[in-house]
């Protein structure tokens, strides 16, 4: 049975989806990182324990994910998203307000409740109402790579700038807000969405309901998730600090007028060129069954890791930045591999689930890698997140090779040239 569509209409609606959740992204992981760059200030006002604030944020942001993922399924991924908005924005005023300890726990806890929303929430927003979801989710992942990337810098530069470290939650809450208000009033209309559904052309949906699960497949795919969660957590810690040791100021010039700032900047040029993986891997997801090529990424990123803990000046720009942009690639690639594997009713919960083992467990690769860095030296936190990423690769190898029965598999997708494409996947 045909269900009605009108082209405009769904059009408007993928629109719409992709233009909030770029923006929601972008937003989660600027937050997630402020506190990196500005938290020597924020030492000086709270003492020691702002860091065990900070940790409390990252775990919030972690675990938050099923809970996030469950009322996104109760109450609708929309009405979840405008919540994001709306938590985030207050948590990082509460941030930036705060004048004691247990303020600034709040404004942390509840910073990192708003930005857990997003990942489980957006992605099945993109998965039930786009009818290209591995696309959009590359170019969703892009912007959440640009956000990582110019975080440290907007928030030093608006330190530097301003004279406070209050100032960079400050100054994002009202847009953060201003855009949670744009979508409570904008209307995003699922019924006609061709994500969840089968195209009125017969072709076959990414996001088609399966009869049972795969449990073993999506056993050792998330446990892949999770040691590439650890692997991310420890390179993302690790990475401004040996950047900044081991490139001289000849390779960046101009680093803020601060040498301090050359660690930092030289990161975020290897997060923007990293972050194209999330496209190119939305691209090549699309065309292929993804096991393969999951696989292919932590093979690959074995050897660039430990090049990059040996590596200096350009060779390490070169080297960092080809190690980011398969980092970033494999989030887009494991978005698709659940949408695809993941029955329908459960999708949500499987996307929550991917995101509380990547960041909120694998967020102890933060601890780890202190550990590691005292112990062994700054060298050994490559080691480790090298360690991590032989991990993934073994399961996701094993979900490679992991078999189920027929229908179980999921449809392979038509070519690309037999979609009517939507415009604004167009490139």
Known sequence: MEHDSNPASEQRTERSIL???????????IYMVIYSAVIVRMNQDFGEKVYWYATICVIVFGMGSIPASYLGEKLGEKRLLVAFFLLTAAGGASVGLAHSTWQLAFGMTLLGLGASIFHPVGNTLIAKGIRLPGRAMGVNGLWGSIGEAIGPILAGGLTAWLGSWRYPYLVLTLPTLAIGLWLAVTRIDLKHATGGTTATTGAPSLARPLRRAPVALLT?????????GFQLWIVKTTLPEFVG???????????????EFLGPAVTSIMYLVGGTGQLVAGRVVHRREGRGVYALVFLVSIPLILLTARLTNLPLLVTGSLMALLMFSAQPIENVLLARF???SWKSFFFGLKFTLAFGVGGLGVRLCGWARQGYGLDATFNLATAFCAAALFFA?????AKSNRQLEPEVLPPIASLPEPRLLKQ
């Open 220 to 228: 050792f795919l998330l446990l892949a998730m999770m040691c590439g």
């Open 19 to 29: 233009f909030f959740t770029c923006a929601a992204h972008a937003l989660t992981h």
């Open 397 to 401: 190898l094993l979900a490679l090779l």
């Open 245 to 259: 040791k081991s490139t001289s100021s000849g390779l960046l010039p101009v680093s803020l007028g601060n040498p």
């Open 342 to 344: 993941a029955p329908a």
